[in-house]
T-cell receptor, first 112, second 115 residues
Framework: EAQVTQNPRYLITVTGKKLTVTCSQN?????MSWYRQDPGLGLRQIYY???????DKGDVPEGYKVSRKEKRNFPLILESPSPNQTSLYFC???????????FGAGSRLTVL | AQTVTQSQPEMSVQEAETVTLSCTYD???????LFWYKQPPSRQMILVIR??????QNATENRFSVNFQKAAKSFSLKISDSQLGDAAMYFC????????????FGPGTSLSVIP
Protein backbone atom coordinates (compact mmCIF):
# COMPACT_ATOMS: atom_id res chain seq x y z
CA GLU A 1 0.00 0.00 0.00
CA ALA A 2 1.32 3.43 -0.98
CA GLN A 3 1.77 5.43 2.16
CA VAL A 4 3.71 7.90 4.27
CA THR A 5 4.61 6.53 7.70
CA GLN A 6 5.41 8.75 10.66
CA ASN A 7 6.66 7.73 14.08
CA PRO A 8 5.98 8.24 16.88
CA ARG A 9 2.28 9.06 16.62
CA TYR A 10 2.24 10.48 20.14
CA LEU A 11 5.09 11.79 22.23
CA ILE A 12 5.33 13.68 25.50
CA THR A 13 8.77 15.02 26.28
CA VAL A 14 10.47 17.67 28.39
CA THR A 15 12.14 20.91 27.43
CA GLY A 16 15.61 20.41 26.01
CA LYS A 17 15.48 16.66 25.41
CA LYS A 18 16.41 16.01 21.78
CA LEU A 19 13.92 14.06 19.74
CA THR A 20 13.45 12.82 16.20
CA VAL A 21 10.21 12.23 14.34
CA THR A 22 10.75 9.81 11.50
CA CYS A 23 9.02 9.94 8.13
CA SER A 24 9.21 7.33 5.42
CA GLN A 25 7.42 6.99 2.08
CA ASN A 26 7.26 3.97 -0.21
CA UNK A 27 6.18 5.75 -3.41
CA UNK A 28 9.61 6.83 -4.68
CA UNK A 29 8.53 10.46 -4.32
CA UNK A 30 11.13 13.16 -4.80
CA UNK A 31 9.37 15.89 -2.84
CA MET A 32 8.89 15.63 0.92
CA SER A 33 7.83 18.21 3.43
CA TRP A 34 7.07 18.77 7.11
CA TYR A 35 4.17 20.82 8.45
CA ARG A 36 2.93 21.79 11.86
CA GLN A 37 -0.75 22.30 12.57
CA ASP A 38 -1.93 24.71 15.23
CA PRO A 39 -5.52 25.79 15.96
CA GLY A 40 -6.60 28.74 13.83
CA LEU A 41 -3.41 28.71 11.78
CA GLY A 42 -3.90 25.75 9.47
CA LEU A 43 -0.79 23.89 8.37
CA ARG A 44 2.47 25.76 8.15
CA GLN A 45 5.50 24.43 6.35
CA ILE A 46 8.62 23.80 8.44
CA TYR A 47 11.09 22.33 5.93
CA TYR A 48 10.90 20.70 2.55
CA UNK A 49 13.15 18.62 0.31
CA UNK A 50 13.07 18.47 -3.46
CA UNK A 51 15.38 15.43 -3.59
CA UNK A 52 18.18 13.59 -1.78
CA UNK A 53 20.59 16.01 -0.08
CA UNK A 54 18.42 18.98 -1.15
CA UNK A 55 16.55 20.64 1.71
CA ASP A 56 15.33 24.15 2.40
CA LYS A 57 13.45 26.17 4.98
CA GLY A 58 9.73 26.69 4.93
CA ASP A 59 7.81 29.34 6.81
CA VAL A 60 8.55 28.25 10.39
CA PRO A 61 11.96 26.51 10.47
CA GLU A 62 13.28 27.89 13.78
CA GLY A 63 14.08 25.15 16.27
CA TYR A 64 13.97 22.33 13.72
CA LYS A 65 16.44 20.42 11.58
CA VAL A 66 15.97 17.92 8.79
CA SER A 67 18.09 15.64 6.65
CA ARG A 68 17.50 13.76 3.41
CA LYS A 69 20.15 11.09 3.03
CA GLU A 70 17.84 8.63 1.33
CA LYS A 71 14.97 9.29 -1.00
CA ARG A 72 12.42 7.50 1.16
CA ASN A 73 13.27 9.07 4.55
CA PHE A 74 12.94 12.62 5.80
CA PRO A 75 13.33 12.83 9.60
CA LEU A 76 12.44 15.95 11.59
CA ILE A 77 14.84 16.72 14.43
CA LEU A 78 14.14 18.91 17.44
CA GLU A 79 17.55 19.50 18.99
CA SER A 80 16.26 21.29 22.09
CA PRO A 81 12.47 21.21 22.17
CA SER A 82 10.57 24.03 23.82
CA PRO A 83 6.90 24.25 24.88
CA ASN A 84 6.04 26.41 21.85
CA GLN A 85 6.85 23.40 19.68
CA THR A 86 3.90 21.52 21.14
CA SER A 87 1.86 20.82 18.05
CA LEU A 88 0.54 18.29 15.58
CA TYR A 89 3.13 17.47 12.93
CA PHE A 90 2.57 16.10 9.45
CA CYS A 91 4.97 14.71 6.91
CA UNK A 92 3.87 14.72 3.27
CA UNK A 93 5.26 13.72 -0.11
CA UNK A 94 4.49 14.06 -3.79
CA UNK A 95 5.95 12.66 -6.99
CA UNK A 96 7.36 14.37 -10.09
CA UNK A 97 4.70 16.29 -11.94
CA UNK A 98 2.16 15.36 -9.29
CA UNK A 99 0.61 18.23 -7.43
CA UNK A 100 -1.25 16.29 -4.76
CA UNK A 101 0.35 15.72 -1.38
CA UNK A 102 0.12 12.36 0.36
CA PHE A 103 0.18 12.85 4.12
CA GLY A 104 1.31 10.73 7.00
CA ALA A 105 -1.07 10.09 9.88
CA GLY A 106 0.36 12.89 12.02
CA SER A 107 2.47 13.02 15.18
CA ARG A 108 1.11 14.71 18.29
CA LEU A 109 4.02 16.21 20.21
CA THR A 110 3.77 17.72 23.68
CA VAL A 111 6.76 19.49 25.20
CA LEU A 112 6.51 20.11 28.96
CA ALA B 1 3.40 35.98 -1.50
CA GLN B 2 0.35 33.83 -1.86
CA THR B 3 -2.24 33.67 0.89
CA VAL B 4 -5.30 31.52 1.48
CA THR B 5 -8.24 32.70 3.55
CA GLN B 6 -11.16 30.73 4.95
CA SER B 7 -13.53 33.19 6.57
CA GLN B 8 -15.78 30.63 8.30
CA PRO B 9 -14.04 29.07 11.31
CA GLU B 10 -17.10 26.91 12.03
CA MET B 11 -20.16 25.81 10.13
CA SER B 12 -22.97 23.36 10.64
CA VAL B 13 -25.39 21.58 8.32
CA GLN B 14 -28.36 19.30 8.74
CA GLU B 15 -27.90 15.77 7.54
CA ALA B 16 -28.96 15.40 3.89
CA GLU B 17 -28.75 19.15 3.30
CA THR B 18 -26.23 21.11 1.24
CA VAL B 19 -23.47 23.30 2.63
CA THR B 20 -20.89 25.55 0.99
CA LEU B 21 -17.49 26.30 2.49
CA SER B 22 -15.73 29.45 1.33
CA CYS B 23 -12.11 29.95 0.34
CA THR B 24 -10.38 32.92 -1.20
CA TYR B 25 -6.75 33.24 -2.19
CA ASP B 26 -4.36 35.85 -3.35
CA UNK B 27 -1.81 35.29 -6.10
CA UNK B 28 -0.25 37.03 -9.06
CA UNK B 29 0.24 33.78 -10.95
CA UNK B 30 -2.01 32.66 -13.77
CA UNK B 31 -1.43 28.92 -13.40
CA UNK B 32 -1.73 27.06 -10.11
CA UNK B 33 -3.50 24.24 -8.31
CA LEU B 34 -6.19 24.45 -5.66
CA PHE B 35 -7.25 21.73 -3.25
CA TRP B 36 -9.70 20.92 -0.53
CA TYR B 37 -8.46 18.55 2.15
CA LYS B 38 -10.62 16.96 4.83
CA GLN B 39 -9.35 16.18 8.32
CA PRO B 40 -11.73 13.98 10.32
CA PRO B 41 -11.28 13.34 14.06
CA SER B 42 -8.74 10.65 13.15
CA ARG B 43 -6.49 13.59 12.07
CA GLN B 44 -5.67 11.99 8.73
CA MET B 45 -5.43 14.53 5.90
CA ILE B 46 -7.59 13.31 3.02
CA LEU B 47 -7.78 14.90 -0.43
CA VAL B 48 -11.37 15.80 -1.25
CA ILE B 49 -11.03 17.54 -4.58
CA ARG B 50 -8.54 19.45 -6.71
CA UNK B 51 -8.75 22.05 -9.44
CA UNK B 52 -6.22 23.16 -12.03
CA UNK B 53 -6.50 26.89 -12.64
CA UNK B 54 -6.22 26.55 -16.40
CA UNK B 55 -9.37 24.43 -16.48
CA UNK B 56 -12.54 26.47 -16.59
CA GLN B 57 -14.75 23.52 -15.74
CA ASN B 58 -15.46 23.11 -12.05
CA ALA B 59 -14.20 19.88 -10.54
CA THR B 60 -16.63 17.39 -9.04
CA GLU B 61 -16.17 14.22 -6.99
CA ASN B 62 -19.44 12.49 -6.20
CA ARG B 63 -21.22 14.69 -3.62
CA PHE B 64 -18.40 17.24 -3.59
CA SER B 65 -18.08 20.03 -6.12
CA VAL B 66 -16.31 23.34 -6.33
CA ASN B 67 -17.23 26.77 -7.61
CA PHE B 68 -13.99 28.10 -9.03
CA GLN B 69 -14.07 31.80 -9.84
CA LYS B 70 -10.60 32.63 -11.13
CA ALA B 71 -11.12 36.35 -11.59
CA ALA B 72 -12.53 36.68 -8.09
CA LYS B 73 -9.87 34.30 -6.70
CA SER B 74 -12.55 32.26 -5.03
CA PHE B 75 -12.68 28.48 -4.59
CA SER B 76 -15.71 27.32 -2.60
CA LEU B 77 -16.58 23.72 -1.78
CA LYS B 78 -20.14 22.49 -1.98
CA ILE B 79 -21.13 19.32 -0.14
CA SER B 80 -24.46 17.89 -1.24
CA ASP B 81 -26.58 15.40 0.70
CA SER B 82 -24.42 15.89 3.78
CA GLN B 83 -23.66 12.77 5.79
CA LEU B 84 -22.50 12.31 9.37
CA GLY B 85 -19.13 11.18 8.07
CA ASP B 86 -18.61 14.58 6.47
CA ALA B 87 -18.08 16.14 9.89
CA ALA B 88 -14.46 17.26 9.85
CA MET B 89 -12.07 20.15 9.52
CA TYR B 90 -11.75 21.27 5.91
CA PHE B 91 -8.65 23.01 4.59
CA CYS B 92 -8.32 24.92 1.36
CA UNK B 93 -4.83 24.83 -0.15
CA UNK B 94 -2.89 26.45 -2.97
CA UNK B 95 0.13 25.13 -4.85
CA UNK B 96 2.15 26.91 -7.51
CA UNK B 97 3.81 24.99 -10.34
CA UNK B 98 6.61 27.55 -10.36
CA UNK B 99 7.16 27.67 -6.60
CA UNK B 100 6.55 23.96 -6.34
CA UNK B 101 8.00 23.70 -2.89
CA UNK B 102 5.25 25.79 -1.36
CA UNK B 103 1.81 24.56 -0.47
CA UNK B 104 -0.19 27.26 1.29
CA PHE B 105 -3.03 26.19 3.56
CA GLY B 106 -5.94 28.20 4.86
CA PRO B 107 -6.77 28.18 8.60
CA GLY B 108 -9.57 25.65 8.14
CA THR B 109 -13.33 25.41 8.61
CA SER B 110 -14.78 23.03 11.17
CA LEU B 111 -17.93 21.43 9.80
CA SER B 112 -20.52 19.83 12.07
CA VAL B 113 -23.30 17.63 10.70
CA ILE B 114 -26.52 17.61 12.70
CA PRO B 115 -28.53 14.37 12.59
Amino acid sequence: EAQVTQNPRYLITVTGKKLTVTCSQNMNHEYMSWYRQDPGLGLRQIYYSMNVEVTDKGDVPEGYKVSRKEKRNFPLILESPSPNQTSLYFCASSGPGANVLTFGAGSRLTVL
Amino acid sequence: AQTVTQSQPEMSVQEAETVTLSCTYDTSESDYYLFWYKQPPSRQMILVIRQEAYKQQNATENRFSVNFQKAAKSFSLKISDSQLGDAAMYFCAYRSPTSYDKVIFGPGTSLSVIP
